[in-house]
């Protein structure tokens, strides 16, 4: 029976909790920024910050492989108990994290001017996205290090002091809001500031942890990284994995980009009715990505001791987990969904734009619950090339052609592209699992 193991449940839960508590910390304190620049007096505040917000967040996305094949390589060196391994994953993930975030800081004029060019909208939004872009763009070494850390922290299963470091991040980023924004009025600055803060204390908080509950490991392996630090053959390898997934995060980025600056060049009460929507798409997404976070780290270790048993069962557990949270948050949309738009805004105008699009919110979770499962699958198997070939023909096989037929449709026509896209990825990765594993796996 499938509940005959209790244990196999329990398992993806000790892991998938924390993540989903954790993960969720993220788009809440979204909405949280999102909330208190919204009673603010003109939309184009949220406009402005939202744009900004995109121009910098799109850099840690588009790195996101920098967290993913940290934890999927760690997670099988932690299944091997090939201590020093883990260990050199961590180190070059760092060094490339610090390298990337320094030639943004470099690159900082030319990137947030071309990127403002891009974005349209009115004087306004521009004005307020450069100055925050402008801020948080000092964040970047700090936030690409922290999905090296957390990555790291989560593929030795350390879940829990994942969530930890999440929940004092986001609290110090919520504090900080409050002071700066609604005490000192600092408005979109603040906003900014609080969150450059957020993210060196984070990254100050990790090391903390982390030499302390791994000075074991770190002392036992000391010589060997220095060795094989940058050993050519390995390093092939990692920038290999990482590219593919690289390439898979663009084509996400992409689509995400092009609704916030196709919704700028819709108008200001649009951009801000989408960055509440978009929010609702982070929190859908963060917490089915806690159970994917869960498979990815089993997935891992099961490949790390090549045990086939348990890789099958991982998969039909977090499969079942995963359809059960896209219901339970598709019907909270259909219930609190307005509710919760009326709390984030006073904009009437705002809150009706968003009112019209919330039909789409309550059908994402559903449509994209599988993309998200399968892409933590993957990277347990650090099988980066498959995903790449799914993001790249929902990308520009389904989404962008879609949205060019429905452009009439304007910003419904923007929303339903982008439900499509979510349901090609999740179809792709299927075919692609089904057809892989039912030779090598034999996952049925």
Same mark, same amino acid.
């Given at each position: 029976?499938?509940?005959?193991?209790?244990?196999?449940?329990?398992?993806?839960?000790?892991?998938? $909790?924390?993540?989903?508590?954790?993960?969720?910390?993220?788009?809440?304190?979204?909405?949280?920024?999102?909330?208190?620049?919204?009673?603010?007096?003109?939309?184009?505040?949220?406009?402005?910050?939202?744009?900004?917000?995109?121009? $910098?967040?799109?850099?840690?996305?588009?790195?996101?492989?920098?967290?993913?094949?940290?934890?999927?390589?760690?997670?099988?060196?932690?299944?091997?108990?090939?201590?020093?391994?883990?260990?050199?994953?961590?180190?070059?993930?760092?060094?490339?994290?610090?390298?990337?975030?320094?030639?943004?800081?470099?690159?900082?004029?030319?990137?947030?001017?071309?990127?403002?060019?891009?974005?349209?909208?009115?004087?306004?939004?521009?004005?307020?996205?450069?100055?925050?872009?402008?801020?948080?763009?000092?964040?970047?070494?700090?936030?690409?290090?922290?999905?090296?850390?957390?990555?790291?922290?989560?593929?030795?299963?350390?879940?829990?002091?994942?969530?930890?470091?999440?929940?004092?991040?986001?609290?110090?980023?919520?504090?900080?809001?409050?002071?700066?924004?609604?005490?000192?009025?600092?408005?979109?600055?603040?906003?900014?500031?609080?969150?450059?803060?957020?993210?060196?204390?984070?990254?100050?908080?990790?090391?903390?942890?982390?030499?302390?509950?791994?000075?074991?490991?770190?002392?036992?392996?000391?010589?060997?990284?220095?060795?094989?630090?940058?050993?050519?053959?390995?390093?092939?390898?990692?920038?290999?994995?990482?590219?593919?997934?690289?390439?898979?995060?663009?084509?996400?980025?992409?689509?995400?980009?092009?609704?916030?600056?196709?919704?700028?060049?819709?108008?200001?009460?649009?951009?801000?009715?989408?960055?509440?929507?978009?929010?609702?798409?982070?929190? $859908?997404?963060?917490?089915?990505?806690?159970?994917?976070?869960?498979?990815?780290?089993?997935?891992?270790?099961?490949?790390?001791?090549?045990?086939?048993?348990?890789?099958?069962?991982?998969?039909?557990?977090?499969?079942?987990?995963?359809?059960?949270?896209?219901?339970?948050?598709?019907?909270?949309?259909?219930?609190?969904?307005?509710?919760?738009?009326?709390?984030?805004?006073?904009?009437?105008?705002?809150?009706?734009?968003?009112?019209?699009?919330?039909?789409?919110?309550?059908?994402?979770?559903?449509?994209?619950?599988?993309?998200?499962?399968?892409?933590?699958?993957?990277?347990?198997?650090?099988?980066?090339?498959?995903?790449?070939?799914?993001?790249?023909?929902?990308?520009?096989?389904?989404?962008?052609?879609?949205?060019?037929?429905?452009?009439?449709?304007?910003?419904?026509?923007?929303?339903?592209?982008?439900?499509?896209?979510?349901?090609?990825?999740?179809?792709?990765?299927?075919?692609?699992?089904?057809?892989?594993?039912?030779?090598?796996?034999?996952?049925?």
């Amino acid at each position: 029976m499938f509940f005959a193991n209790k244990a196999d449940h329990k398992q993806l839960f000790v892991l998938a $909790i924390p993540m989903i508590l954790s993960n969720i910390t993220v788009p809440l304190l979204g909405l949280v920024d999102t909330a208190v620049i919204g009673h603010l007096e003109h939309a184009y505040f949220l406009g402005g910050s939202t744009v900004g917000a995109m121009i $910098i967040t799109c850099i840690t996305w588009l790195c996101g492989f920098l967290r993913m094949t940290t934890t999927g390589l760690t997670a099988q060196a932690f299944g091997q108990q090939n201590s020093p391994q883990n260990l050199l994953v961590l180190l070059r993930g760092l060094l490339v994290a610090l390298f990337i975030g320094g030639c943004f800081i470099l690159l900082q004029t030319p990137y947030i001017e071309g990127a403002i060019y891009l974005s349209g909208g009115s004087e306004q939004v521009q004005f307020y996205a450069k100055q925050y872009s402008e801020i948080r763009i000092w964040g970047l070494p700090a936030a690409l290090a922290n999905l090296v850390l957390l990555g790291w922290l989560l593929g030795n299963h350390k879940a829990k002091m994942v969530m930890w470091i999440l929940i004092f991040t986001n609290l110090v980023n919520l504090i900080l809001d409050v002071v700066f924004v609604l005490w000192l009025d600092w408005q979109v600055q603040g906003v900014a500031y609080a969150t450059l803060i957020a993210e060196y204390a984070s990254v100050l908080l990790s090391f903390g942890l982390i030499s302390h509950h791994f000075k074991s490991v770190i002392k036992a392996s000391v010589k060997d990284v220095k060795s094989k630090l940058f050993n050519k053959l390995a390093l092939t390898s990692y920038f290999k994995l990482n590219r593919d997934i690289l390439i898979r995060t663009l084509c996400l980025q992409s689509c995400f980009v092009f609704i916030t600056f196709q919704g700028a060049r819709l108008g200001d009460n649009v951009v801000a009715a989408n960055a509440i929507l978009m929010n609702f798409l982070l929190f $859908i997404s963060f917490g089915l990505d806690g159970i994917a976070n869960a498979a990815e780290v089993m997935v891992g270790k099961a490949k790390g001791e090549n045990n086939l048993k348990k890789l099958q069962v991982v998969f039909k557990v977090s499969l079942f987990w995963t359809i059960i949270f896209a219901l339970a948050y598709s019907l909270f949309f259909m219930i609190s969904g307005a509710y919760v738009i009326r709390l984030i805004s006073d904009i009437e105008a705002v809150v009706l734009y968003a009112d019209q699009y919330l039909f789409w919110i309550m059908l994402l979770p559903l449509a994209a619950c599988w993309s998200y499962l399968f892409d933590g699958i993957y990277i347990g198997l650090t099988q980066a090339k498959a995903m790449r070939n799914s993001m790249i023909l929902s990308t520009f096989g389904c989404f962008f052609p879609l949205w060019w037929l429905l452009q009439d449709l304007e910003n419904n026509g923007l929303w339903l592209a982008f439900i499509f896209f979510m349901i090609a990825r999740g179809i792709t990765l299927a075919w692609h699992f089904y057809y892989f594993n039912h030779r090598v796996y034999q996952i049925k």
